[in-house]
T-cell receptor, first 115, second 112 residues
Framework: DAKTTQPPSMDCAEGRAANLPCNHSTISGNEYVYWYRQIHSQGPQYIIHGLKNNETNEMASLIITEDRKSSTLILPHATLRDTAVYYCIVRVALGYGGSQGNLIFGKGTKLSVKP | EPEVTQTPSHQVTQMGQEVILRCVPISNHLYFYWYRQILGQKVEFLVSFYNNEISEKSEIFDDQFSVERPDGSNFTLKIRSTKLEDSAMYFC??????????FGPGTRLTVL
């Protein structure tokens, strides 16, 4: 089973920041936090990942708490095209900084961006 | 931008028939995966493949399933004798050793 807990749904107004929380209280020191999203029935799309530092890329920012037990995905200016199911996933990291193995998807958070 | 492609986009088959779902992973990737998603349910891992052999598989991936990388570009999932409950979206994914898996658009399999 997924080792994360996410709210089942959230709404966000277009143009505003969407803040999606994830609880991963049992995360181990060698586990990364990954975020993916799935728009309608398309293939899951990678968004961002991190180990303990906050991360930012062109799609989003990832804020991980100091104790690593929770994180927040931030979409700074949500658009209608960001309406999707967002998945928070923890994965074991390999020694050299990468990770392998299957992704265990939970039910995610269904984000609805409204005009 | 390179992407994972899958064919066909939709496959309809009769129960008991064999199907082969095809995937072309991103060209420099070394790890390959199959997942499935039954309508309205979670995305579920089926199998991972590295160095021409299965590295990990789930309980779903029983003897009816097999995977193959027949040449340097394709990665296939074969279901030997389809059942009604095999109806689902099947997603292929690939990755290099950084762990980020890139997914294809999926094949919708309908078993009648």
């Amino acid at each position: 089973d997924a080792k994360t807990t996410q709210p089942p749904s959230m709404d966000c107004a277009e143009g505003r920041a969407a803040n999606l929380p994830c609880n991963h209280s049992t995360i181990s020191g060698n586990e990364y936090v990954y975020w993916y999203r799935q728009i309608h029935s398309q293939g899951p799309q990678y968004i961002i990942h991190g180990l303990k530092n906050n991360e930012t890329n062109e799609m989003a920012s990832l804020i991980i708490t100091e104790d690593r037990k929770s994180s927040t995905l931030i979409l700074p200016h949500a658009t209608l095209r960001d309406t999707a199911v967002y998945y928070c996933i923890v994965r074991v990291a390999l020694g050299y900084g990468g990770s392998q193995g299957n992704l265990i998807f939970g039910k995610g958070t269904k984000l609805s961006v409204k005009p | 931008e390179p992407e994972v492609t899958q064919t066909p986009s939709h496959q309809v088959t009769q129960m008991g028939q064999e199907v082969i779902l095809r995937c072309v992973p991103i060209s420099n990737h070394l790890y390959f995966y199959w997942y499935r998603q039954i309508l309205g349910q979670k995305v579920e891992f089926l199998v991972s493949f590295y160095n021409n052999e299965i590295s990990e598989k789930s309980e779903i991936f029983d003897d009816q399933f097999s995977v193959e990388r027949p040449d340097g570009s394709n990665f296939t999932l074969k279901i030997r004798s389809t059942k009604l409950e095999d109806s689902a979206m099947y997603f292929c994914a690939s990755s290099v050793d950084t762990g980020i898996q890139f997914f294809g658009p999926g094949t919708r399999l309908t078993v009648l």
